[in-house]
């Protein structure tokens, strides 16, 4: 475990050659990369989403598509289509663009309901059925999607089923004053992009998500993680709380943050680290917090205040 451990690591400072004062970031992306997740960025234009992106899938040696989500963009273009070949009398399957180990998709709130929902089998179960022929989309399979704030000019919201398949929700937010110097210095010469060097491969990053998925977690951890998902759907603000896929995305991501933590075991502290990312897109508020100007924000905390940790004794 501490040769994958330190090659995770690696990945990381890998990373930060790119991008640049995001270290929390660059940590949760991976986090959910080796919790089997995908990943929604909701942020502005132009702070390096897709250049984060790239980089990981440089830095895990990942076969890598993008699509630009626009709403004349069809579910065919996403998942693939049959095309009769002129000297052919069977029909030819032309693979879509998830057919990759990670697959971008940049602006997702941008295109048409119908195009977001191709996705849903995809991000659920690992396979894309077309004319009722089910195909295995590559392991390991990643989605990073980027999405604009809602209002932006042609975006729409996303349905709860598909904010529901991410298993956390980012935002990346600008630099500081120090960071953006840095960005302007590294552009000075070349793409800093080409500084970054592959650390594993598809198959090692399988392997490595076996090891995660073996991390041990207490009885009183899988309490306390039920305990506050509990509090979500019984809050009297709101309207929809976590669902079960979100406690077992919480769960699997608190493995990863262990894991990256460098231990083989989940304790209190690795839930609360991930709580806010993994739950925050999972649910909506009631009318009458809006209006008395309670955000979502303020509700999660008081959640984490309100369930009580288990205290674990570590036997060395």
């Given amino acids: 475990m501490e040769q994958y451990v330190n090659k995770s690591q690696q990945i990381i400072d890998e990373i930060r050659k790119v991008v640049i004062g995001k270290d929390e970031i660059i940590r949760k992306v991976l986090t959910a990369i080796l919790a089997k997740g995908h990943i929604l960025i909701e942020d502005i234009p132009g702070v390096g989403k ?3 992106a790239l980089a990981f899938s440089k830095a895990m040696d990942l076969n890598y598509h993008r699509m630009q989500f626009t709403p004349d963009v069809l579910p065919s273009d996403v998942l693939g289509f049959h095309i009769y070949e002129k000297n052919s009398l069977e029909p030819r399957f032309k693979e879509g663009s998830v057919f990759c180990n990670l697959f971008l998709a940049d602006e997702i709130n941008r295109t048409s309901s119908k195009t977001q929902s191709a996705l849903l089998e995809v991000m659920e ?3 894309a059925t077309v004319d009722s022929i089910t195909r295995e989309i590559p392991k ?3 989605v ?3 999405q604009n704030p809602i209002g932006s000019v042609g975006t729409q919201m996303l349905p709860e089923s598909q904010m529901d398949r991410f298993m956390v929700r980012l935002s990346m937010g600008y630099p500081d004053i120090r960071s953006e110097v840095e960005i302007l210095k590294g552009r000075n010469t070349n793409d800093p992009l080409n500084m970054v060097d592959g650390v594993i491969d598809a198959a090692e990053l399988v392997s490595i998500q076996h ?3 073996q991390i041990f977690v207490h009885d009183a951890v899988y309490e306390y993680i039920a305990k506050l998902v509990l509090k979500t759907r019984e809050h ?3 309207a929809l709380g976590v669902s079960p896929r979100g406690t077992l995305a919480l769960t699997s991501m608190s493995k990863a943050y262990a894991f990256l933590s460098g231990r083989t075991y989940v304790i209190p502290d ?6 806010r990312d993994v739950t925050m897109h999972r649910m909506l508020l009631k009318p009458k917090a809006r209006v008395s100007n309670v955000t979502m924000e303020a509700v999660i905390e008081q959640i984490l205040n309100t369930v009580s940790a288990p205290k674990l004794v570590v036997k060395r």
């Fill in 140 to 142: 390991p399979f990643v």
């Fill in 50 to 52: 897709t250049t984060l």
């Fill in 236 to 238: 009297d603000l709101i």
């Fill in 144 to 146: 990073i999607a980027t």
């Fill in 270 to 275: 690795d839930v609360i680290a991930i709580f």
């Fill in 125 to 127: 179960e690992g396979s």
């Fill in 211 to 213: 090891v995660v998925e």
